[in-house]
């Protein structure tokens, strides 16, 4: 069939801008003869999309997406084109109504790494990953399912993304998560070495990192030695130690005059997985060192990022 050109539609006896609109007109009544071949071509196009259960991904496109949690289970969420690609060239498009992955079936404080597979909802497996020759990380020894996160159950086996447990990371289009904690109560010690002074079970952050990014912590607050010319110490209790740079000493030469402490923004790079942190407290030589918590002013802060 040839669709009729501008140029091959009659001229009209007058010229002029009455000309371009009989024309127009002209054309417009062509549109039957072809409009029906056109809506057929549209149909099989749609047809061929609808028969490709992975979708057309254009060259290049990868990693258009986000693990996130929602309602109490993880959802990968599609970003942009939701484009994701494997090793062998296969591709799907992530969607906004990805399946939920709920916390069924979880064992309790365990790490798991979350994959995409080629067709269907995201799965969890204590499996870790590999990056293939091809640059994308894939689940150890099988490519056919591509990492998007991970996230850490809880103690009751429940996916937890809050300012004390970040426990979902998503290896795409990373962001900074922030945590933070205070002390309920004043905390005090008489330790000539730093022991951890904070309740272990409500004053910690805990939180999971990437092997390739690092966790930013810092604390302050009010502190005192109870005898004169003692040092006062707090520290960031990391994985029940105090890391490099992450304590804050200070003697004062009356009993109980208050220091305002600060430990700031230490990045440290960390093992992959899970971590916590806790307020460490000391003193030097003797005396007690308390940790104040009036007005909030205590806190330990962290920015992890996933």
């Keep these: 069939m040839t669709i009729p050109s501008v140029s091959q539609i009659p001229d009209p006896p007058d010229r002029g801008a009455a000309d371009f609109d009989t024309k127009a007109q002209s054309l417009v009544n062509h549109l039957p003869i072809f409009q029906g071949e056109l809506q057929a071509i549209a149909d099989a196009l749609n047809l061929l999309i609808e028969a490709t ?5 254009e ?3 990868h990693g258009e997406c986000r693990l996130g949690l929602s309602g109490g289970s993880l959802v990968l969420t599609g970003i942009g084109l939701g484009r994701m690609r494997w090793p062998d060239g296969s591709s799907r498009r992530v969607t906004q109504s990805e399946t939920p992955l709920a916390a069924t079936g979880n064992a309790n404080s365990t790490l798991y790494y979350i994959y ?15 990056i293939d020759s091809s640059g994308i990380a894939v689940k150890s020894g099988d490519a056919s399912r591509v990492l998007v996160g991970m996230a850490r159950s809880t103690s009751s086996g429940a996916w937890a993304d809050s300012a004390t447990q970040r426990f979902v990371l998503s290896h795409f289009n990373r962001r900074p998560l922030h945590l933070f904690v205070g002390i309920a109560a004043n905390r005090s010690t008489g330790s000539t070495s730093i022991v951890e002074v904070g309740l272990s079970a409500s004053e910690r952050i805990e939180f999971l990192t990437w092997a390739d990014m690092p966790a930013i912590l810092s604390m302050s607050g009010r502190i005192a030695n109870s005898t004169a010319n003692y040092a006062a110490r707090i520290a960031l209790w990391l994985d029940g130690a105090v890391p490099n740079k992450g304590e804050f000493t200070q003697s004062r030469t009356t009993a109980g005059d208050i220091s305002h402490a600060q430990i700031s923004m230490c990045p440290f790079l960390l093992s992959e997985g899970y971590h ?3 307020f460490g407290g000391g003193v030097n030589g003797g005396g007690t060192t308390t940790l104040y918590t009036s007005n909030t002013t205590t806190g330990l802060n962290a920015v992890v990022w996933g």
């Excluded at 995409?116 to 590999?130: D, F, H, N, R, W």
């Design 116 to 130: 995409l597979p080629k067709a269907g909802p995201i799965e969890k497996s204590t499996t870790g990953y590999v």
């Design 53 to 57: 259960p992975t979708g057309y991904v």
């Design 59 to 61: 060259a290049g496109g």
């Design 276 to 278: 916590y942190c806790g």
